[in-house]
């Protein structure tokens, strides 16, 4: 993506992989700062504390954090310890033991000598391949945007997404935003509903910039005008993303996720989920017992951080000093709930059998 008209990924070596530059996503929308990973706890830490987040970009990160690490410890303990300390920074996003999991075994048979050159072509290679699959899913989802915008004889097509599953949550293009980002290129009129995504607001600092920057209409909401605006049809279709996706078809994504799903099925607007195939985690098929969900802190819900006037960012406290606060991050919709799952081989229906049909070489193995 073009951020001041100079292309930019959302993570990249520097100096042959011997460190790693993020886009610090806590700055934003306010700032654009580039912060420099150069070991495992730094990797760790960006993870933890959600300077990169978003399921494909918690991988790539972590993938990158064994190369740092193996830079400076390529034995096997080494490569053990880069494993547990990464494994262990967020729970719901199947993204990061998925590149943890092709890391090892890419990396554990070979020599320590030969692995921290071998782990940064692994960690690049990820990266690429994260970037040409969300690339596919803009273009198996582009046809579905073209059909309602050919239905509605060129009015603008209304998307509602939630959170941000947007280039920032990935290498680039995103997984809901790739669609809308190639029919935005290929001229079809647009308008997304931005949902603000309590309590970190993704939807307001993360997907209302990105949007801005590519020049997509956009709008932002509060996460409950979106039943309202699809009662009154004003919404075409929803797409979002996910951090897990079960071989069922059940979607584990950002809180709110399901209740956009219920008042699509109650107001007959079609609901898509937009993934690469390493979100898919073909161990689990029921996503309500199976799928861990974050507990992230209460103070995130008590306090809403933002620009002062003076120009300083800083968070303010809304509730009661005493208020206990639940911050369950991310729900699960059921696949009965889901219209499609737009993935880079096509767009399957959310059963077994339709992610089995596109991906037959992995159903059925964990
Ligand atoms: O807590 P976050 O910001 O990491 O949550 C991100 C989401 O819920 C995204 O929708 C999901 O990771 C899909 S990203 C392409």
């Excluded at 897990?244 to 399901?258: H, L, M, P, S």
């Excluded at 979100?279 to 992230?296: F, K, M, V």
């Amino acid at each position: 993506m073009l951020v001041d008209g100079i292309p930019y990924r959302t993570i990249w070596p520097e100096d042959g992989g011997a460190t790693v530059r993020i886009i610090d996503q806590r700055h934003l929308p306010h700032d654009f700062v580039v912060a420099e990973l150069k070991g495992l706890e730094d990797a760790a830490r960006a993870i933890r504390d959600m300077a990169v987040r978003g399921a494909p970009l918690i991988g790539a990160t972590a993938a990158w954090g064994v190369a740092l690490h193996l830079a400076t410890d390529p034995s096997d303990a080494g490569l053990a310890r880069a494993v547990e300390v990464l494994v262990a920074t967020r729970p719901t996003a199947v993204n990061l033991r998925w590149a943890l999991a092709r890391m090892q075994a890419a990396l554990a048979p070979l020599p320590p000598g030969a692995r921290a050159a071998a782990a940064r072509e692994g960690a690049r290679a990820l990266c690429d391949e994260d970037v040409a699959q969300n690339a596919a899913i803009g273009d198996h989802g582009l046809p579905l945007i073209a059909a309602i915008a050919a239905r509605k004889g060129g009015a603008p097509v209304n998307i509602l997404t939630h959170c941000n599953a947007g280039w920032l949550a990935t290498v680039d293009w995103g997984t809901a935003t790739a669609p809308i980002y190639k029919a935005h290129a290929a001229g079809i009129p647009l308008h997304v509903w931005v949902d603000e995504t309590r309590p970190r607001n993704q939807g307001a600092a993360l997907t209302a910039w990105e949007l801005g920057r590519a020049g997509v209409r956009h709008t932002l909401i509060v996460d409950n005008a979106g039943g309202h605006l699809m009662q009154r049809g004003q919404v075409d279709l929803v797409l979002v993303g996910t951090d897990r996706t079960t071989a069922a078809g059940d979607v584990a994504n950002k809180i709110g996720t399901y209740l956009k799903a219920l008042a699509a099925r109650d107001c007959g607007v079609p609901f898509h989920v937009a993934l690469p195939s390493p979100t898919i985690d073909w161990s689990l098929g029921d996503g309500l017992s199976g799928i861990p969900i974050e507990e992230r802190p209460g103070e995130e819900v008590a306090l809403v951080t933002g620009r002062t006037p003076a120009g300083t960012i800083a968070p303010v406290r809304i509730t009661p000093e005493t208020t206990p606060c639940a911050n369950p991050a991310f729900d699960v919709t059921p696949a009965r709930l889901i219209t499609g799952l737009i993935t880079e081989r096509g767009i399957a229906p959310a059963t077994r059998a339709g992610l089995a049909a596109l991906f037959p070489e992995r159903a059925g193995r964990a």
